[in-house]
């Protein structure tokens, strides 16, 4: 009786309790399958879970494997790894063509011998083994994306190295072990797994834009995107891609028509995720097989959903990494960033995306020369805090009276204790009269309110949109494409600006960045001054996802936000705290996040950096949890 052929595509197969995907190329052969087909004749199908355990398997270099060894192996495989599991010991593969396993080692396996015939060696971890041919395949471990926050997920494809193809494998994302990947000085992030928003081109894959009309006219792209080729070089692992609204434009879960918006997993489940990288910051914040995603940031499309997911994020400087791959909404404007649960991985993901003659990337020493000026906006007297407000509030912290601002004060202490300075408060808007440029209005809203809008709808409208249109009516007897109603909405706006009303903005924009730099962040001439700017990101109350309205089409006035997208500073959202709040979807107690923001000068990004790496290593930052909690319970 013929043997099953050896698989040509990837196949699904039950271990234990969880699914993986065989993928279909082997990459090793075990010299005699006969004995493993008769010794595992109780496990049904055509695959046998395996375990690649190192040359020598005590640790000394020997060629027989010892008790002792195995089971610090096992250990160590057990602690490293969330794909590998003792389900996979039903066989263990050695190197070694005459390698014995020493004792009873306390559970049934069998022992399989690599056939080298001139392949590498795989690495240690889990493995299938085909049980007629004695081919050996990686699996990937499917885990169920409960919070849809992904558009799918990804597998290096095998016929072309080097690029990837979605999974297809409906709700659920392959994640390979991270046993398969050896750190090093070259490949510094190893392992790591990471997602990229749907507006990242990834070789073999469409970038969809959150536009189903979109994905559907374009074919696979044959390039990565700069910032998602330098986290492969880098050794991170991209598993899949991640939900955006359309073209990158911020509204809310009721205004989602082509997909349906991700779940913020904190607290009942039903929160405002925000937008609009709003998959990659769900995603972070709920899944712990996941380190970080990169996300875009043009108008605080990181930064706010870093806040109410809570999470760290990062929009870096203007020109500190590279869009190139990346769907623009505005190339003054736009900047490429990432999600993350700690500082440590924030800031090892961040080095990864800057070029490497960045000299920045050198890092920065507070035992040195540095001095810091610490800027604390205040709120104006009488102003209660609400969710909208953005500033602290006033008596230099000594009069804070909520649980989210007591998280916030804890972290601006210990902040001032390790700059070696003082906070400086301000009021913004007496500062701004104060210092404003000439000619320019008593009220920043006045002054700044309208340029965003401007500049990212009238590019939409006369650098996004015009080949897509023309691209899909050629392709659909003259149709139309379909937009959600906010993104349809702001194109209309766009429609109706002018060249010189592009121009102003533009020119606004240069005017606040030139204040920014020159009074807002001055120090006096003395260069070895940081200025810091910190205001409040998020407050932890609740904002509803079921909640409907109108959507807003523009913005007429002042946002916190204009301080880095206007001037191109680096603003990066930092987790700080939690608070609870009677969910009326529970009728139970739960938790939301309470985040800072902090900002500096352009070009200031592995100083910030560095300076959250080692306040979480002095423990005034935490790594924050994936699932509905940030921080174990009391």
Not at 343 to 371: F, I, M, Q, V, Y
Not at 389 to 405: H, I, K, L
Not at 432 to 458: C, F, H, K, V
Request: charged share 20%.
């Amino acid at each position: 009786m013929a043997s099953p052929p050896s698989p040509l595509v990837s196949s699904h197969i039950l271990i234990g309790t969880h699914w993986f995907l065989v993928l279909p190329n082997a990459i090793a052969k075990i010299k005699s399958s006969q004995s493993l087909v008769e010794k595992e004749s109780n496990n049904e199908g055509d695959y046998i879970p395996a375990t690649v355990i190192p040359g020598g398997g005590s640790g000394g270099g020997g060629r027989n494997i010892s008790k002792e060894g195995l089971e610090n192996i096992i250990r160590d495989f057990e602690k490293r790894d969330d794909v590998w599991s003792k389900n996979f010991l039903a066989a263990i593969i050695v190197p070694e063509g005459d390698a014995q396993i020493e004792g009873e080692v306390g559970f049934q396996t069998t022992l399989c011998h690599l056939d080298s015939n001139g392949r590498q060696q795989p690495p240690p971890g889990p493995y299938a083994i085909h049980r007629w041919t004695g081919n050996v395949y990686q699996v990937h471990k499917l885990y169920p994306d409960s919070q849809q926050a992904f558009q799918y997920g990804t597998t290096e494809a095998i016929d072309a190295p080097g690029t990837y193809r979605p999974t297809l494998v409906q709700d659920h994302i392959a994640v390979p072990s991270r046993l398969y990947y050896k750190r090093s000085a070259e490949k510094p992030l190893a392992g790591d797994r990471f997602a990229a928003k749907d507006l990242f081109d990834v070789a073999g894959c469409k970038t969809g834009c959150g536009n189903a009309a979109w994905s559907s006219l374009y074919p696979p792209v044959s390039e990565h995107a700069v910032a998602v080729k330098r986290l492969l070089d880098a050794g991170a692992v991209l598993v899949g891609k991640t939900k955006t609204t359309q073209f990158a434009e911020g509204y809310d879960p009721a205004h989602w028509v082509d997909y349906q918006s991700p779940f913020n997993p904190r607290g009942d489940g039903y929160q405002m995720p925000s937008s609009s990288s709003t998959g990659s910051a769900a995603a972070v914040a709920a899944y712990e097989w996941l380190d970080f995603a990169l996300g875009t940031d043009t108008g605080g499309s990181i930064r706010a959903p870093a806040g109410v997911n809570g999470v760290y994020g990062t929009r870096p400087s203007i020109d500190a990494n590279d869009s190139t791959g990346v769907f623009q909404v505005s190339a003054l404007l736009d900047t490429v960033g990432l999600f993350a649960r700690s500082a440590a991985t924030t800031r090892n993901a961040g080095l990864s995306l800057l070029p490497s003659s960045n000299d920045s990337t050198t890092g920065h020493s507070t035992e040195k020369t540095r001095r810091y000026k610490l800027l604390y906006p205040i709120r104006p007297e009488g102003r209660a805090m609400d969710g909208s407000c953005r500033w602290f509030p006033q008596d230099n912290g000594r009069d804070v009276t909520t649980e989210a601002e007591q998280a916030m004060e804890r972290v601006v202490q210990a902040l001032e204790a390790h700059l070696g300075c003082q906070r400086h408060p301000f009021n913004l808007d007496d500062f701004w009269r104060q210092t404003r440029p000439e000619n320019q209005p008593d009220s920043l809203d006045a002054a700044t309110g309208s340029i965003y809008s401007i500049m990212t709808t009238y590019s939409a409208v006369h650098e996004g949109m015009p080949k897509f249109l023309f691209d899909y009516a050629a392709q659909n007897d003259g149709r139309q494409p379909f937009f959600d109603p906010v993104m349809a909405g702001r194109l209309e706006y766009g429609r109706k600006q002018t060249r010189s009303a592009y121009d102003e903005a533009v020119k606004g924009q240069e005017m606040f960045t030139k204040w920014v730099e020159e009074a807002l962040f001055a120090t006096n001439d003395d260069k070895d001054t940081i200025p810091i700017l910190i205001f409040p990101q998020s407050w932890g109350q609740p904002a509803y996802r079921d909640v409907g309205g109108e959507p807003i089409i523009t913005w007429n006035a002042f946002s916190a936000y204009a301080f880095s997208y206007l001037s191109g500073c680096p603003d990066y959202t930092i987790p700080v705290g939690e608070v609870g709040y009677e969910s009326r979807i529970t009728n139970h107690q739960e938790y939301l996040p309470v985040s800072l923001s902090m900002l500096s000068r352009r070009g200031n990004d592995v100083i910030l950096f560095d300076i959250l790496q080692e306040l979480e290593k002095e423990g005034s930052l935490k790594e924050v949890m994936p699932g509905t909690r940030m921080y174990q319970a009391d």
